[in-house]
């Protein structure tokens, strides 16, 4: 189950195949050359997770990085949905048999120059899930928990705010490459307003569906009649 934009719940967005063949080829020649490590080095006080993670200076993991970055951020979509500001370095995670990362919610400040804020949260999936049981990304909403095990080159976005966690591999290994967004536009309510109003933009200049056209422009003014309201 796959939350949209138009959720009032979460801003969640499935991004398919955001690296294309050739990248995702490279990617795959790379990742035999990744030197893991313990995923505790950057929180090593944890007792929920129990990960491999590339650091940060490994050739291979900045080659990775980069290359992930470029396959991001030209997506336009990404652009429209997360407003983004700064991305942080993508590091890449592994996950053997036995090995997941139980309920936490991602830090709000990462210590780069200058730090980062935590507004929007990336796994972009590195290797086919029939290679591994287990693993999903499980996302909070409420008493909803949804669950995410997407084909290799997709990527999910998820607010930074949730909590989350990462099952248990129970199979195989699986392979991923994180990074957080820091948005122009830190309130995710406001985003989504954003989103909408660069859909009804585009169906006002194509004369697309006049009806959902309709509904958008509804949206928009109660929810932001909502939010300036003085009460």
């Known amino acids: 189950m796959a939350a949209t934009a138009a959720d009032p719940h979460a801003m969640i967005r499935i991004l398919p195949n955001v690296l294309s063949a050739a990248e995702l080829q490279a990617v795959r020649e790379l990742l035999p050359q990744v030197r893991f490590a313990d995923g505790r080095i950057t929180n090593p006080d944890s007792t929920i997770k129990q990960n491999l993670q590339a650091p940060q200076e490994d050739p291979a993991n900045q080659r990775i990085a980069l290359i992930a970055r470029d396959a991001l951020m030209r997506l336009g979509e990404l652009r429209v949905f997360a407003q983004p500001r700064t991305m942080a370095r993508t590091t890449v ?18 210590p780069s120059t200058p730090p980062i804020r935590s507004d929007l949260s990336c796994t972009v999936f590195l290797n086919d899930p029939s290679e591994y049981d287990g693993g ?27 909590i989350h966690r ?11 490459a994180i990074t957080w967004l820091q948005s122009w536009v830190a309130d995710s309510n406001r985003r989504e307003l954003l989103v909408q109003l660069e859909e009804a933009r585009a169906l006002a200049a194509s004369g697309g569906d006049r009806q959902r056209l309709q509904v958008l422009l509804e949206s928009l003014r109660t929810n932001l009649f909502r939010m300036w309201a003085d009460t």
């Open 93 to 110: 995670v592994r996950y053997e048999p036995g090995m997941n990362y139980g309920w936490h919610v991602d830090e709000a400040l990462f």
């Open 136 to 162: 999903e990304l499980t996302i909070q909403l409420g008493a909803q928990e949804l669950s995410y095990k997407l084909d290799a080159g997709s990527a999910i976005l998820y607010p930074s705010t949730t």
């Open 166 to 176: 990462v099952t248990p591999v129970t199979r195989g290994v699986r392979i991923a």
